[in-house]
């Protein structure tokens, strides 16, 4: 199969940026998340968090996780290796530096499902790498039948999960841009656009100058 060629904009050298998605949920992140991570189109790679809990059967070192011990994990945090982390339950995840500063610097895109907390972590280190989007439901009271309709929660995890939504949903304001997720579909459409428009910024072209002098001398010629 011939591939396409490169267009000119295409050939021009850039640094990544890091895609943030955050919701309340229910309010459709983590459907959003794999639909352009999966696009081969998008070329997004996906943030694997590292984490002190056990591996589930079902889940494999690496792809879904990276599975450390507690020791490894606080010498990341205490070496500052890490763009964010959390404890939940007892177990520690996290998001190790070294392998987006990577991919970053190759170029490359990056995509996180991670809640405000672990944005304002991420932004306070790698500002102007990073596009935050915010998920909203159409009203609360479709946020609560979705959860109803996917039937993996109790009634009375259900209700947390709202009062959480609640408490989420007053960091909107926090957020570069906000996408009210009532079609799935404009949704997926309008979170396109965002990721088209943020890569051509020109702050993150770095090859642009190289490219404009070119054209200049060109000119001159």
Same mark, same amino acid.
Do not use: C
């Given at each position: 199969?011939?591939? /396409?060629?490169?267009?000119?904009?295409?050939?021009?050298?850039?640094?990544?940026?890091?895609?943030?998605?955050?919701?309340?949920?229910?309010?459709?992140?983590?459907?959003?998340?794999?639909?352009?991570?999966?696009? /081969?189109?998008?070329?997004?790679?996906?943030?694997?968090?590292?984490?002190?809990?056990?591996?589930?059967?079902?889940?494999?070192?690496?792809?879904?996780?990276?599975?450390?011990?507690?020791?490894?994990?606080?010498?990341?945090?205490?070496?500052?290796?890490?763009?964010?982390?959390?404890?939940?339950?007892?177990?520690?995840?996290?998001? /190790?530096?070294?392998?987006?500063?990577?991919?970053?610097?190759?170029?490359?895109?990056?995509?996180?499902?991670?809640?405000?907390?672990?944005?304002?972590?991420?932004?306070?280190?790698?500002?102007?790498?990073?596009?935050?989007?915010?998920?909203?439901?159409?009203?609360?009271?479709?946020?609560?039948?979705?959860?109803?309709?996917?039937?993996?929660?109790?009634?009375?995890?259900?209700?947390?999960?709202?009062?959480?939504?609640?408490?989420?949903?007053?960091?909107?304001?926090?957020?570069?841009?906000?996408?009210?997720?009532?079609?799935?579909?404009?949704?997926?459409?309008?979170?396109?656009?965002?990721?088209?428009?943020?890569?051509?910024?020109?702050?993150?072209?770095?090859?642009?100058?190289?490219?404009?002098?070119?054209?200049?001398?060109?000119?001159?010629?």
């Amino acid at each position: 199969m011939i591939e /396409p060629a490169k267009s000119v904009s295409d050939t021009i050298a850039r640094r990544g940026l890091i895609l943030i998605l955050s919701s309340p949920s229910g309010a459709g992140k983590t459907t959003l998340t794999r639909a352009i991570a999966q696009d /081969p189109a998008w070329a997004l790679d996906l943030s694997i968090s590292v984490t002190t809990r056990s591996r589930r059967p079902s889940e494999i070192d690496g792809r879904h996780y990276h599975f450390i011990d507690r020791e490894a994990f606080e010498d990341l945090r205490s070496r500052d290796d890490l763009l964010e982390w959390a404890e939940v339950h007892g177990n520690y995840y996290g998001t /190790p530096r070294r392998p987006v500063e990577k991919v970053l610097g190759s170029g490359r895109d990056m995509i996180f499902d991670i809640d405000y907390q672990g944005t304002r972590q991420v932004r306070a280190k790698l500002a102007q790498d990073v596009v935050t989007v915010f998920i909203l439901p159409p009203s609360m009271a479709e946020l609560r039948q979705r959860l109803e309709r996917r039937a993996e929660d109790s009634a009375e995890t259900i209700e947390k999960r709202l009062a959480n939504a609640r408490t989420e949903i007053q960091r909107w304001s926090e957020y570069d841009y906000v996408i009210i997720n009532e079609d799935l579909q404009d949704a997926f459409r309008a979170l396109q656009g965002i990721l088209s428009a943020e890569r051509l910024k020109r702050a993150r072209r770095t090859g642009l100058s190289q490219f404009v002098d070119g054209l200049l001398a060109e000119a001159g010629a």
